[in-house]
T-cell receptor, first 115, second 112 residues
Framework: AQKITQTQPGMFVQEKEAVTLDCTYD???????LFWYKQPSSGEMIFLIY??????QNATEGRYSLNFQKARKSANLVISASQLGDSAMYFC????????????FGKGTRLHILP | NAGVTQTPKFQVLKTGQSMTLQCAQD?????MSWYRQDPGMGLRLIHY???????DQGEVPNGYNVSRSTTEDFPLRLLSAAPSQTSVYFC???????????FGSGTRLTVV
């Protein structure tokens, strides 16, 4: 069965520092996708970045990168040069391929950027 | 292009009442899903659909029904509301396989 684990309930980071949010996953599928979403205090869910299980290179989107370590089943989000506006809840999610095509989420990490 | 539209945004129900949360998307997405978000629990999948006429249970389906008669609409029905169903509900849609969800703005439901 799919499982997503985010072990950091909350993090405090100084502005302009880089931050790594941890995510580990469990799946028996060879084909799957990993996602990160941001949820600011306003409540909307914002898609940040995607990594496919067969992608050889780590995904990057601006200041976001996904540190994908397939053998360790980890998909950590790295935010470079953090900004005050990065303060939010961050969710890791996984989508398996095949018939059981559903996306499940971890419990999230609340990130606080300190000025 | 409206994306994913959820109605209502807020709702208060009495225990035992029924209601339907509406979700519509105009992106011709095959895949639609409902999640509930509770403090400390992240987003939990209630039901999902991989196409019109096809639905399946997620992680927490009890107390909820869905149907998918059209590609655009995926309503979520609460047949007899319970206080444990107090939550924020998100509808999402995507193309199949390898793509991310687009989320609606959420419905905040309180059952008293």
């Amino acid at each position: 069965a799919q499982k997503i684990t985010q072990t950091q309930p909350g993090m405090f980071v100084q502005e302009k520092e880089a931050v790594t949010l941890d995510c580990t996953y469990d799946t028996s599928d060879q084909s799957y996708g990993l996602f990160w979403y941001k949820q600011p205090s306003s409540g909307e869910m914002i898609f940040l970045i995607y990594q496919g299980s067969y992608d050889e290179q780590n995904a990057t989107e601006g200041r976001y990168s996904l540190n994908f370590q397939k053998a360790r089943k980890s998909a950590n989000l790295v935010i470079s040069a953090s900004q005050l506006g990065d303060s939010a809840m961050y969710f890791c999610a996984m989508r398996e391929g095949g018939r059981d095509d559903k996306i499940i989420f971890g419990k999230g990490t609340r990130l606080h950027i300190l000025p | 292009n409206a994306g994913v539209t959820q109605t209502p945004k807020f709702q208060v129900l009495k225990t035992g009442q029924s209601m339907t949360l509406q979700c519509a998307q105009d992106m011709n997405h095959e895949y639609m899903s409902w999640y509930r978000q509770d403090p400390g629990m992240g987003l939990r999948l209630i039901h999902y659909s991989v196409g019109a006429g096809i639905t399946d249970q997620g992680e927490v389906p009890n107390g909820y029904n869905v149907s998918r008669s059209t590609t655009e609409d995926f309503p979520l029905r609460l047949l007899s509301a319970a206080p444990s169903q107090t939550s924020v509900y998100f509808c999402a849609s995507s193309k199949k396989a390898g793509t991310h969800n687009t989320f609606g703005s959420g419905t905040r439901l309180t059952v008293v």
